[in-house]
């Protein structure tokens, strides 16, 4: 009886590894006909980026980027000749429609331009009172006139619906604190450089609008701004894409607070302050320690003290250096 039992067992275990066995074969090769609409994509317009599109991202540029910032290294400093070029691709392209309406033109001074050069490129462009109506400034300023370096760098439209109503509903974003873009100045170049990425399958970009996988979500409404050769640098440098891409995001960052203009500065006077801590924190410890001890806190005997080891010093051959200084003198 055991023993029939124990064949039924094993035929029907059997059974079931051949049953289980026809059926995920089954399950591997059978089509998978069911529609998946890409609207419940979890991925779609997160920050991580689309599946395939992960190494895309700003995230990944932030820390794995191919490009160099001399700023950013270890007490670097920016780099003036790239922040002069920067200006020149903003000024006759990107201030088309983006201002830095917190920042002046005179930031440049002494690390990009002289003065005067600077007043003669700035005077290219026109202020309106609308523009510091803007800003809750008001001067007793009532036409256009030529902008000075002393100007906050206003954007050519007066209001946020002017600009939208001129670039399709969209308004050009301040640049004043860029900066606080995850990325930061990888954010800038990448996106400027980033037009040449085809959209993923099940992603529909609209009519006036461009696939971007730096952006936030990835459909941008900034068309490709830099094109090989589109202008001429002063110094000779080709103006391709890659290079006026990076000059505008260095000269964009030169600009941001706390992450701009100052930083190497502040860097090298934290790096003083650490360097001059270290060099004063072991007197401070031999001293709090009492292993060193200054001219005010000993004295020097005239005759010897029988301490012991003071007075075996003498019965060796030792003398007391100092008595010599005392000679002839009193005290009271």
Request: charged residues 20%; glycine residues 8%.
């Amino acid at each position: 009886f055991k023993t029939q039992y124990k064949e039924k067992v094993m035929a029907s275990k059997a059974l079931f590894g051949i049953a289980a066995g026809v059926m995920g074969y089954t399950a591997a090769n059978q089509e998978d006909k069911t529609a998946h609409c890409w609207i419940y994509r979890d991925d779609i317009g997160a920050h991580w980026g689309i599946k395939g599109y992960e190494e895309q991202v700003t995230e990944v540029g932030t820390h794995h980027g191919h490009l160099s910032w001399p700023q950013y290294r270890f007490l670097g400093t920016w780099d003036g000749a790239s922040v002069r070029r920067g200006f020149l691709v903003f000024a006759r392209n990107c201030a088309n429609c983006h201002g830095m309406i917190f920042k002046k033109y005179d930031i440049l001074l002494d690390k990009a331009y002289k003065q005067l050069e600077l007043a003669a490129l700035v005077s290219n462009f026109s202020i309106h009172p609308a523009h510091h109506h803007f800003k809750q400034y008001y001067y007793q300023e009532w036409d256009d006139r030529d902008r000075v370096p002393h100007d906050r760098i206003y954007p050519p439209y007066f209001s946020q619906d002017e600009a939208k109503n001129a670039n399709g509903g969209v308004w050009p974003v301040d640049l004043s604190k860029i900066r606080l873009r995850p990325g930061g100045i990888n954010y800038i170049y990448n996106l400027l450089t980033g037009y040449h990425y085809k959209p993923p399958y099940g992603i529909d970009i609209p009519k006036g609008k461009y696939f971007n996988p730096y952006f936030d979500h990835m459909i941008i409404g900034m068309p490709r701004q830099l094109y090989d050769g589109m202008l001429e640098y002063e110094d000779g440098t080709p103006a391709s894409t890659p290079q006026m891409a990076y000059d505008v995001s260095n000269f964009v960052a030169f600009t941001q607070r706390r992450t701009g203009h100052k930083r190497p500065e502040s860097d090298l006077k934290h790096f003083m302050f650490f360097c001059g801590f270290l060099l004063i924190w072991p007197f401070k410890y031999m001293k709090t320690k009492a292993y060193f001890r200054g001219l005010l806190s000993s004295r020097w005997e005239m005759y010897a003290v029988r301490d012991g080891v003071y007075y075996n010093h003498l019965r060796s051959g030792g003398s007391n250096s100092r008595a010599q200084h005392f000679k002839g003198r009193f005290w009271a």
